[in-house]
């Protein structure tokens, strides 16, 4: 399967394409900016685009969906099955399959910085699409009414970092000090993954607020 990713839209977002060679099947990852450059990419190697997979249903990560759903008349919408989007989609749940041409992507329940976050996991290229659950650096944050750092804390450590450590992070926002990396760098490099228990983790993300109020 093959990855190209688009940055922009309304801050640092990543909207990511994923197709397979072999049938040219393609789906995109939260259509997250302006789609012009996505069409075009899409034309230029003929691929089939019928599936739209949403990570979550934060404004900005479903920002362009009407403009894909008008362009592309027959694609689906993948969204958690908790969702209380209105929009019409297809239901998604934990260990689901979604194929993409002779790929498939695993879907994992990860709430906390969104009710309604999923991660969408290629086994096989030992790729993880976090979406705003997890970034280069840090996790996504926790502020709204329908956050949980509970949530997020049992995603991140008993979901995400259970992954092999090799795993490929492509996360939602271009926030890191590179775009994509290793969920081994990552808690290397991060403190946000070292904690050894939930209320090492609550220090983590209350300080990472507190500092970036001063900034
Ligand atoms: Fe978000």
């Known amino acids: 399967m093959k990855v190209k990713y688009f940055i922009g839209g309304y801050d640092k977002n990543i909207c990511y394409l994923l197709w397979c060679e072999e049938s040219n099947h393609a789906a995109i990852i ?40 008008d362009y592309f008349n027959l694609i689906k919408v993948y969204i958690s099955s908790k969702s209380h989007q209105k929009i019409n989609f297809i239901p998604i749940s934990n260990n689901q399959i979604i194929n993409i041409g002779t790929y498939i992507v695993t879907c994992f329940e990860t709430p906390g910085h969104y009710y309604d976050s999923i991660s969408f996991w290629d086994e096989k290229n030992k790729r993880i699409f976090t979406g705003d659950t997890m970034f280069i650096g840090r996790t996504g944050r926790v502020l709204g009414s ?4 509970e949530d997020l804390y049992d995603s991140i450590y008993n979901i995400l970092l259970k992954l092999p450590s090799e795993t490929m992070i492509y996360p939602g926002h271009d926030y890191g000090y590179t775009t994509i990396d290793s969920i081994g760098n990552n808690i290397i490099s991060s403190n946000f993954f070292n904690c050894q228990n939930f209320t090492e983790f609550k220090v983590v993300m209350k300080n990472y607020e507190k500092n970036r109020k001063k900034r």
């Open 146 to 149: 329908k956050s949980s750092i």
């Open 30 to 69: 939260d259509p997250s900016v302006e789609i012009n450059p996505v069409i075009e990419f899409i034309n230029k190697e003929n691929l089939i685009l019928d599936k739209i997979l949403i990570t979550h249903t934060h404004h900005d990560h479903i920002k362009y969906l009407n403009d894909f759903i």
